[in-house]
């Protein structure tokens, strides 16, 4: 061991008043992401989530509300590896929800991917963030971003997260990559499991008709946050996330909500059948079925029934949110 390497052991230990006296993380959306951290939003394609992911930086950069939570405005950089073309689609329909156009002086975009599997990009990358002095890097995606890597070999993925540390430790910075699921497997981040291990912060998102479900599985210094419950709405020439509660697409009316409490208040783990739900929903037949069919596009409603076998029915996340918040 060279004395280098044993005088930084040395100075990094501590007694009992050296570790309370530890800096705590530096938020960058409180309870959710932390500057100087690895985060991982991860689902299925199609899912929402490269719109959460935009969502987010943006509002950091602007110095917005995320989610109820005021940030304060950084720089971002946000490595679009793949669909960069329809970027400012994206951002045109972003900024079209403010009366104001916000300030987004803050946010850079890198329309290249970069390969974080080969030393000399990924450290060209860590030397343009420093120049930059970014505080979020979103990596989107992680597969187009490590070419020549094997995202199941523990090896491979841990050069990866070697890279992400590199540009941690240079900035300061939160590195957060969007990224994919498995085609079969839905609930988990695609590849070896040396990434969730890493990890400080996890976001999962699924979609589906237009509503978003953004959960928090792993947070390494602080209490998973409670889920979120988005959705996507059109504006413009592409779309944009908002809450549930406060979305066009949730406000509910007459036969829909006197429909959607009917299936509330069955409570039935396997399920209603579209026979019993009208029944108890007390509809005509006719306008029923056109509420329930609304009402599953939607996302509010589930058909929990097994392939094959008879449609049954019960009330979904997004669903839930909605009437809990009494907007309805």
């Given at each position: ?25 530096e938020p ?143 900035t300061g ?91 509330l208040d ?63």
């Open positions: 061991m060279t004395a280098t390497a044993l005088e930084r052991l040395r100075a990094a230990t501590v007694g009992d008043e050296g570790i309370y006296a530890l800096p705590k993380p960058l959306i409180d309870g959710v992401l932390d500057c100087d951290s690895l985060a991982v939003l991860y689902g299925p394609s199609g899912s929402g989530k490269s719109f959460v992911a935009l969502d987010m930086v943006a509002t950091v950069a602007s110095g917005g509300v995320w989610q109820g939570v005021t940030v304060a405005a950084c720089d971002v950089l946000y490595v679009t590896a793949e669909g960069a073309h329809g970027m400012g689609d994206r951002l045109a329909s972003w900024v079209s929800q403010f009366k104001t156009a916000p300030d987004l002086s803050r946010l850079h975009f890198l329309t290249v991917a970069v390969n974080l599997f080969d030393d000399e990009w990924a450290s060209a990358l860590v030397e343009l963030v420093s120049e930059l002095r970014v505080r979020v890097v979103v990596i989107d995606t992680l597969a187009r971003s490590m070419a020549g890597a094997d995202e199941n070999s523990s090896q491979d993925m841990g050069i990866i997260v070697n890279a992400a540390d590199a540009i941690r430790e240079a910075a939160c590195v957060l990559f969007v990224h994919h699921t498995g085609w079969t497997d839905t609930g988990h981040a695609r590849g070896s499991s040396a990434l969730r291990a890493a990890l400080d912060t996890e976001l999962e998102c699924k979609g589906e008709n237009g509503s978003v479900t953004l959960k928090n599985p792993k947070q390494r210094c602080r209490a998973e946050h409670a889920p979120w419950y988005l959705a996507l709405e059109a504006r413009g020439d592409s779309m944009v996330v908002v809450n549930a509660a406060e979305s066009s697409r949730g406000g509910l009316r007459g036969k829909s909500r006197e429909a959607l409490v009917a299936l069955a409570a039935d783990p396997a399920g209603w059948t579209a026979s019993q739900w009208l029944v108890t929903a007390g509809a005509n037949a006719a306008n029923f079925y056109r509420t329930r069919s609304d009402l599953v596009r939607r996302g509010l409603v589930e058909n929990i029934g097994k392939p094959g076998r008879m449609s049954r029915y019960r009330v979904g996340d997004a669903g839930r949110a909605v009437l809990a918040a009494d907007l309805v």
